[in-house]
């Protein structure tokens, strides 16, 4: 970030990029995603924290737009539009990349690649250790891209970003810590099957007892033999247990909403 009066952490060599950061009630884990890159220019869109979060963005040099919740794919649309380097990093605000990661970034954007946008490794954390295996598994998601190059789209809160042209794929991880503890990743579940259930019922979809019985075995099994989950030991154990609970709650839900609702709703 160039040398600014109101910015008192300027970066020197600063590469021509804005890290976009969505936010609320980050400040103990925003830093990473704000200082993990040398860029021109950080933008963190805050819907309405009361712990700092906006301050320590601040005092950091970052940029700060303060706007209500509109959800997942519309506020990271509006860090997008904010943006006014020529590339641009799309991070939560519990992401930071590694070194690797850093590295091809500054790689890419130097050698000025001709490509619309990368994917990056996103590693998920849990109980303060990677996850190697199921559901969390390290897995690629599009988040880097040359501004006006993509728009995020997808379903709330599942949001996906859509890049307009080639992709390639960078080294190195973006490290993932999205919950502080288990009783957040079960408020997370609760949150987001409520979610599932308002949206499918706007949709008209519905939910039969095989879906609520056969989809959570399903994913069990999935995420223990089929995407390695048995890798991370008991942890592994845990987390295809909470996937099949998120599972089931979220069909569950939608099965008895559908059913109070009555026919012809």
């Not at 804005?18 to 220019?41: N, Q, S």
């Not at 737009?65 to 860090?79: L, M, S, T, Y």
């Not at 247990?241 to 099965?255: E, F, Q």
Request: charged content about 25%; aromatic content about 6%.
């Amino acid at each position: 970030m160039p040398s600014d009066p109101d910015n008192p952490h300027p970066v020197s060599d600063p590469l021509p990029l804005t890290v976009a950061i969505i936010a609320c009630d980050e400040v103990d884990r925003i830093a990473g995603a704000i200082t993990g890159l040398p860029a021109a220019e950080v933008i963190v869109v805050d819907s309405g924290s009361t712990d700092g979060t906006p301050e320590l963005a601040r005092s950091l040099g970052a940029k700060v737009i303060e706007a209500d919740w509109p959800g997942h794919v519309i506020q990271k649309n509006r860090a997008l539009d904010a943006a006014t380097q020529p590339w641009v990093l799309s991070l939560d605000a519990d992401e930071a990349p590694d070194a690797e990661l850093v590295a091809a970034i500054r790689a890419v954007i130097e050698a000025d690649d001709p490509r619309a946008g990368f994917r990056v490794i996103r590693r998920n954390h849990w109980q303060g250790r990677p996850v190697r295996g199921g559901s969390f598994r390290p897995s690629p998601h599009p988040r880097l891209l040359r501004r006006g190059c993509g728009r995020w789209g997808g379903e709330d809160p599942h949001d996906r970003l859509r890049i307009d042209g080639a992709v390639g794929e960078l080294a190195g991880f973006l490290e993932h810590h999205p919950y502080r503890d288990l009783g957040e990743h079960l408020s997370t579940i609760d949150r987001y099957t409520a979610r599932f259930v308002e949206v499918s019922l706007a949709a008209g979809r519905t939910a039969s007892w095989s879906d609520v019985l056969l989809r959570p075995l399903f994913h069990w099994v999935k995420a223990l033999a089929l995407q390695g989950g048995w890798r991370d030991g008991a942890r592994g154990v845990a987390l295809a247990w909470l996937g099949a609970t998120h599972v089931a709650l979220k069909w569950g839900r939608l099965r008895w909403a559908d059913r109070q609702r009555g026919p012809g709703k």
